[in-house]
C-alpha cells in the first residue's frame, strides 16, 4: 500500500522538503511505496530576498525566479492548484480540482504582507516586500530628489533585518548619486528599541548616529492620509513624508485561516522542537507557517527542513521523531550597497552582527545565486 507525504506551499520550505525527501527515500519512491506530493498555487518560484536588489536597480524578476517544475525532483508529484481546505481530523487536503488524503502533512504555506492592514497605507504608502511593490519602488527611489524617506515597520514580518538593510542601502545609494544632503532617511519601529533582537538594535543605533539616520522606537502605524502624505503614529503625533516605505504586518495563508488551524494572524500553534502541529502527531509545520518566537526568513526554513526530513524519514521507517529544532536562523545584512555583515542565533544563543567588510557583500551575492541548489535539496 503507498503511502503519501503532502506538502502544502511551493516555497523555500515546501520545495525543499519535497527534494529531500524524494532523494533521500528514492528507492520507497521508484518502487511505489511512496507518494511525495508538492501542492502549490503557483508555476513560478521565487527567491524573495531578490526583491530588495530590486528597489535599489541592482536586479531584476527574471533573474530571481524560476519555474517550479524544473526545481523539483522528477518523483515529486507536482499539484499546481490552490489548496482550498486542510481537514487534520479526516486527513485529508482539499484543493480547487480534487482532494488529496495523507499519511503525513507538511504545511508550508507562508505569509503575506498586509497592505490593507493600516488605513491609507495600499494607497500611500511603498514595499518591497512584493515583486510588483519592489518594481514600483525602484521608479519611485530612482527618481527621488529629496525630501523625506519615511520607514515604518509592523510585525510580525518575514527577514527581520530587511528594513535595516533598505535604510543602509538607502543611504549609500543617495551619498552615492550626491543627493544625500537633501534627503532625510527616518526609521521606526514599533516597539522601545529599532530591532526585536537586542544585539541588533544596539548595533544598529550606532550606525544610525553615524550616517546621520533618524530613527523613532514606539512608532505604531495607525493610519495614512494618501494626499496630505502624513503618516499617522497610534500616539496621535503626524510624521510628513515625502516618500513612505511601509514593511506590514505579515499575516498566514488564507487556507490556514479558511481551515480553522492558525491564531487571529493566521499562524499555527507549532512545538519549537519538534516543528509538529500543536494536537497534530501527523502533521509539520515549516517556515513562516508557524507561529514560532524565530524569525520568519528563509534560513529558517532551510534549517527546519532539516529537522522535519529527517523525522519524517524516522517516522516512516517506524522509529520515533528524535530530531529537534534548535531555533537556529543565519542572515546576511547589506550595510550598503557594496558592504555587509551577518548574524546568526538560536533560542538560547543571541546574535552579534561582526565588522562589515565587502567579502561578505559578495558572499550574499553568491548565496543568491547559489540558492537555486539550496531548493534543489542539493546545498
Known amino acids: 500500500m503507498t503511502r503519501r507525504i503532502i506538502i502544502v506551499g511551493g516555497g523555500v520550505a515546501g520545495t525543499m522538503v519535497a527534494n529531500r525527501l524524494a532523494k533521500s527515500l528514492e528507492n520507497e519512491v521508484y518502487s511505489g511505496e511512496l507518494e511525495v506530493v508538492l501542492i502549490g498555487n503557483t508555476g513560478k518560484h521565487i527567491y524573495q530576498p531578490g526583491f530588495l536588489f530590486m528597489a535599489f536597480n541592482e536586479g531584476f524578476l527574471e533573474q530571481f525566479a524560476r519555474e517550479e517544475k524544473y526545481l523539483l525532483h522528477p518523483k515529486v508529484n507536482f499539484v499546481m492548484d490552490a489548496a482550498r481546505h486542510i481537514d487534520v481530523d479526516r486527513k485529508r487536503v482539499i484543493t480547487g480540482k480534487q482532494s488529496f488524503d495523507y499519511d503525513f502533512l507538511v504545511i508550508a504555506t507562508g505569509s503575506y504582507p498586509d497592505m490593507e492592514s493600516v488605513p491609507g497605507l495600499a494607497a500611500g504608502g511603498h514595499t518591497f516586500y512584493t515583486p510588483e511593490?519592489?518594481?514600483?519602488?525602484?521608479?519611485?527611489?530612482?527618481?527621488?530628489?529629496?525630501?523625506?524617506?519615511?520607514?515604518?515597520?509592523?510585525?510580525?514580518?518575514?527577514?527581520?533585518?530587511?528594513?535595516?538593510?533598505?535604510?543602509?542601502?538607502?543611504?549609500?545609494?543617495?551619498?552615492?548619486?550626491?543627493?544625500?544632503?537633501?534627503?532625510?532617511?527616518?526609521?521606526?519601529?514599533?516597539?522601545?528599541?529599532?530591532?526585536?533582537?537586542?544585539?541588533?538594535?544596539?548595533?544598529?543605533?550606532?550606525?544610525?548616529?553615524?550616517?546621520?539616520?533618524?530613527?523613532?522606537?514606539?512608532?505604531?502605524?495607525?493610519?495614512?492620509?494618501?494626499?496630505?502624505?502624513?503618516?499617522?503614529?497610534?500616539?496621535?503625533?503626524?510624521?510628513?513624508?515625502?516618500?513612505?516605505?511601509?514593511?506590514?504586518?505579515?499575516?498566514?495563508?488564507?487556507?490556514?485561516?479558511?481551515?480553522?488551524?492558525?491564531?487571529?494572524?493566521?499562524?499555527?500553534?507549532?512545538?519549537?522542537?519538534?516543528?509538529?502541529?500543536?494536537?497534530?502527531?501527523?502533521?509539520?509545520?515549516?517556515?513562516?507557517?508557524?507561529?514560532?518566537?524565530?524569525?520568519?526568513?528563509?534560513?529558517?526554513?532551510?534549517?527546519?527542513?532539516?529537522?522535519?526530513?529527517?523525522?519524517?524519514?524516522?517516522?516512516?521507517?517506524?522509529l520515533p521523531a528524535t530530531h529537534r529544532y534548535n531555533g537556529k536562523a543565519f542572515c546576511f545584512i547589506e550595510t550598503g550597497l557594496n558592504e555587509a555583515t551577518y548574524i546568526t542565533f538560536n533560542y538560547k544563543q543571541p546574535p552579534q552582527p561582526v565588522p562589515p567588510s565587502e567579502m561578505l557583500h559578495w558572499f550574499k551575492l553568491s548565496y543568491n545565486e547559489m540558492y537555486w541548489l539550496s531548493a534543489r535539496g542539493i546545498l
Open 133 to 318: 511593490g519592489a518594481e514600483r519602488l525602484r521608479h519611485e527611489i530612482l527618481n527621488f530628489q529629496g525630501g523625506t524617506l519615511l520607514v515604518t515597520i509592523d510585525v510580525p514580518h518575514k527577514c527581520p533585518v530587511a528594513p535595516l538593510e533598505f535604510i543602509f542601502m538607502a543611504d549609500d545609494y543617495y551619498r552615492e548619486t550626491g543627493i544625500r544632503n537633501k534627503v532625510k532617511l527616518k526609521y521606526t519601529y514599533p516597539i522601545g528599541r529599532v530591532h526585536s533582537l537586542e544585539p541588533v538594535a544596539k548595533w544598529a543605533v550606532k550606525e544610525f548616529e553615524k550616517r546621520g539616520i533618524e530613527y523613532e522606537v514606539f512608532f505604531n502605524l495607525e493610519k495614512v492620509d494618501p494626499e496630505k502624505k502624513i503618516a499617522y503614529n497610534m500616539d496621535g503625533s503626524e510624521h510628513p513624508y515625502d516618500l513612505l516605505i511601509a514593511i506590514p504586518a505579515h499575516r498566514g495563508a488564507r487556507v490556514i485561516q479558511d481551515s480553522g488551524l492558525g491564531d487571529e494572524d493566521g499562524f499555527i500553534p507549532t512545538d519549537r522542537y519538534s516543528l509538529k502541529m500543536e494536537g497534530q502527531d501527523c502533521v509539520y509545520v515549516i517556515g513562516d507557517a508557524t507561529d514560532l518566537p524565530v524569525s520568519k526568513a528563509g534560513s529558517t526554513a532551510h534549517y527546519e527542513a532539516d529537522v522535519v526530513v529527517k523525522n519524517l524519514i524516522s517516522e516512516l521507517k517506524g
